[in-house]
Structures are given as C-alpha cells and as structure tokens.
C-alpha cells in the first residue's frame, strides 16, 4: 500500500534540494508524494532557523499539523510528523520538549537515516532524534532526487560554512564546509539533463568556497567545476549561489568571461556598507575590497548583473554606518536584492553584543534601503525594455497560449507563443517592464528545444 508523503519547505533553496532528496530516499520505503496536507501519511517539516520570524513559524505550523492528526486518529487513522532542517539541527532534543508530539528531529547531515528513523520511531515511545553529523557522507547513501518538474533544477555541491559572520547560525546548523567530489557532481548533472533539465542551479552555503576532488586526482574550484559542466551536452544554462566576496577567485572571475553558459547574474551578499560594522560582523573584507571586486567582475563580464543581501540594525549600527550601505548601494546599482533587519540568534556572538539597536530604528532604515533598492530593481528592468535576448521557458502563463520564461538576469518574461513548450530557449525582444516581471514578444529566430537545436 501507497502512503502519501507531503513536505512543506522553509528557508533557502539548499532546503528546496535536501526536500527534493528525502522524497527520493523515502520513496522505496512506499511514499509517494502529494501536495495536499490532508491527504499526507508522514508530514516534513523542512525548517529554516535564519530569523527568529523563520523558526517561530514553524511552531505555528506544528500546531495546525497536530490538529489534523487529533482529527486523523479522531476518524482511526494516523500521521506521522518529522522536523527536518536547519531548527532542527539547532534546537534538537529540546524541540520534543516543546512540542512533544513530534515523532523524528533530523538534522540536516542526516537525511540518508530518515527511513531508519521512521522505523524505530514504530518501537519507541518517544520521539527520535539525529542531530549528528556523521563520517559518511549523506550524499554517498542518498538516492538520486525525484524527476525534476520543470526545466531547471539546483544541485549541491557544497556545503557548510567556515566563515562564521557573527550574527549567523548556518555554521552551526550546517556545519564545516564540505565539497562533494567533481564526479559525482557531473553524473548528478548528466541525470539531470538525461531527464529534461537545461538549467542548473550549483549551490552551496558558500558555494565559491567549492574545493572538490577532481577526477584528475587534483583539488578543483568553483570555476574549473564550472568549465568542466559547460562541455556536458543539453547544459544550456549555468548558475550558483551564494558566494561569499572573499571566495571569489581568479578562476571563477574568468569563468565568468570565458564560459557562455555561466549566466550573468551574481549573487554576492556585502550585508553593509560601513567597514566598522563589516568588521564586527567578522566578513572579512571592506565595503572597498566588495566595491573592487565588482569593478574586476564587470570588466570580465560587462553585462554581469548584482544582487545582494543587507542587514539593517547589526548592533553598534549608527546612521552614519547606515548611510555608508546607501552609498554603496548607489555605487554598485543592483538588480534586485534582499535586506533584513537584523534578528539575534542564540548562540551567536553579536546577539550578546551591547548596543543592539532599537526596533523603530531598524524599521525605518529597512524601508529606506528597501525603497532604493526597489527603485534600482526598476529602473534595471527599465534599461531591458528594447534589448533582445534568449529566455528559458519555465510554465504556461495566465492567459491561454501565454508563457512565462526566465531571463538570463533571473527576471520573469511573459509573451505569447502557442507552439511553446516549457523547456524551450527562445529569442525575444522586451517590449515592458511590469512590477515583477517583463514582457516580450517573440522573435523569428529558430528556437532551441529542450536545451538542444531543434
Ligand atoms: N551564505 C548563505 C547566507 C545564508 S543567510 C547562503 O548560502 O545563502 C541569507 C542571508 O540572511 C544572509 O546573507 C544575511 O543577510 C541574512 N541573515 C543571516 N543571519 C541573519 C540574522 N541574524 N538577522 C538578519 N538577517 C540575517
Ligand atoms: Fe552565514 Fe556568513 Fe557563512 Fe553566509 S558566509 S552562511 S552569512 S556565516
Ligand atoms: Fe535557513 Fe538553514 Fe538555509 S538556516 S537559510 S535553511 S542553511
């Protein structure tokens, strides 16, 4: 008998690909997977533990999930219920203090144990947890994920963070950075592209910080990794996120000029503008060292378009501090971006700093960041109006007959076009700029079907 399996993923998309590999690992265990709660046997809980407002939510969930399984033994069935996760790693044991209802806490280097753990969870009385971060490597026991769904799939190839800024538990729920070898990475690739997939995703906690083993025997980077999936046959399009301005080698600046693949967005959080504030935030590197490198990445790549995360309201953050980031951001011209007020976390050095910055102040340096951003956001959209370009079809769109693709720039693309198919690479010419997306019109040349010449 079929048991249906639903999982609902908080956080980062490093989350949206762990959830993608424990549906994987549970399916020869008799899960299925639905996108209806009600109907679900086992529900995962995927969490993020980033912001206080991201680890309460789950326990608002938690308490909606517990109802449905009080109404599910009500009626004389069941439902099991799993945290998996970045508060799952956090918290651990003490989350069965809190909501002793649970039946498995697994940590996210644990995954590969989901399966035993639903088992032994069948012979305890309590909840079982796995917060452990075991020799063997998750990625060697897993199972390949599902079939994608679209065109465009994330792949991970690192993970775990060294670099300990101050105000960030990811070092401690993801652990020490570990890079998977360069091999198994292309077979996942090759996989991926075998079923459909032309766009990969390469992510990482700190994905530049990228050191595999290379099938030469010899320790490879970001940007080799990159050079090497560019020959793979159907790979039309090459992303990564996140890296971090001080893994940002030469290599990888030249993949950038030399790969036409490699898409020409980049995601490089600077978090602030001020050098005091950058420095308690222990990011090693000054807002010049960010500034510079940009200059180095735009000469490689002209048309290299930037995003970025802020904090507002870091602890000892002064209006001057905060002017700085708005200066900064002028300087770089972003086409979009994420900011944050600042929210301490437990166990992490700048939530015991003094001077923690009141909760107005930090609201009202948020929307005036927020509203610069959204301006340069806009007038970025603005300059595509008039270019041609290739998008990348991802569904079908609002009105019949009408898709919505990606642009290179990460930018959604409506236009018409009857005889596409999702998946297909096509060329157009921007005709408007919306509030979140473009719109195009489709232009004669051939196009490219599934990532291959048609
Ligand atoms: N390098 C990571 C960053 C994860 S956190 C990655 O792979 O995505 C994403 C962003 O959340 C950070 O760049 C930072 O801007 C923000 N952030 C992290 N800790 C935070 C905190 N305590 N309060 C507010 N924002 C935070
Ligand atoms: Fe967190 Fe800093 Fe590591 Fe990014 S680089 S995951 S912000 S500790
Ligand atoms: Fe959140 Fe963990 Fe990702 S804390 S942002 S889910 S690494």
């Not at 399984?69 to 009626?75: E, M, T």
């Not at 806009?378 to 079908?396: A, N, P």
Request: proline content about 5%; some cysteine.
């Amino acid at each position: 008998m079929t048991k249906k399996l639903f999982i609902k993923t908080y956080g980062c998309q490093m989350n949206v690909y762990d959830s993608e590999r424990m549906a994987g690992a549970l399916a020869p265990h008799g899960y299925a997977a639905t996108d209806r709660i009600e109907d679900a046997d086992l529900v995962v809980l995927n969490t993020c533990h980033i912001r206080e407002k991201a680890a309460e939510k789950v326990y608002s969930e938690l308490g909606r999930v517990r109802l449905l399984r009080d109404q599910r033994r009500a009626s004389g069935d069941d439902l099991t219920i799993a945290v998996a996760g970045c508060v799952a790693q956090a918290e651990g044991e003490a989350m069965l203090e809190r909501a002793p209802f649970i039946d498995v806490v697994v940590g996210p280097q644990a995954y590969h144990r989901l399966p035993e753990m639903l088992a032994r969870r069948g012979r305890t009385a309590r909840g079982v947890v796995d917060t452990d971060f075991p020799l063997e490597s998750k990625f060697d026991e897993l199972p390949a994920a599902l079939t994608p769904v679209g065109p465009s799939a994330f792949l991970t190839v690192q993970e775990g963070c060294d670099k300990f800024c101050t105000f960030c538990v990811v070092p401690y729920t993801r652990g020490a950075e570990a890079s998977r070898p360069a091999a198994a990475i292309l077979a996942e690739a090759r996989q991926l592209l075998a079923q459909g997939v032309c766009e990969i995703t390469l992510l990482g906690q700190n994905v530049n910080a990228y050191r595999g083993e290379g099938p030469d025997g010899r320790s490879w980077s970001l940007g080799r990794l990159i050079r090497a999936l560019a020959e793979l046959d159907g790979l039309a399009r090459i992303r990564y996120t996140t890296s971090h301005p001080r893994d940002m080698e030469d290599e990888l600046i030249t993949a950038h000029r030399d790969v036409p693949q490699l898409m020409p967005f980049l995601h490089l959080p600077v978090q602030s503008g001020s050098d005091a504030l950058l420095q308690a935030m222990n990011r090693k590197h000054g807002a010049d060292d960010y500034l510079r490198l940009v200059d180095r990445l735009r000469a490689a790549k002209p048309d290299l378009a930037l995003s970025s995360d802020f904090i507002v309201g870091f602890p000892g953050e002064t209006d001057e501090d905060f002017q700085a980031t708005l200066r900064l951001v002028e300087q770089v011209h972003y086409a979009q971006a994420f900011s944050f007020k600042y929210s301490p976390r437990p166990g992490t050095p700048a939530s015991l700093m003094k001077k923690q910055v009141r909760e107005a102040i930090k609201a009202e340096r948020l929307a005036a960041l927020q509203e610069l951003l959204e301006a340069q956001r806009r007038s970025f959209d603005q300059q595509s109006i008039g270019t041609v370009m290739e998008v990348l079809i991802e569904r079908d769109g609002r009105d019949v007959g009408h898709k919505a693709a990606r642009s290179p720039w990460l930018q959604i693309v409506h236009l018409a076009g009857e005889n596409l198919r999702v998946g297909d690479l096509c060329r157009v010419e921007i005709t408007g700029a919306n509030p979140r997306s473009l719109s195009a019109r489709l232009l004669p040349s051939p196009t490219v079907q599934r990532g291959r010449a048609a």
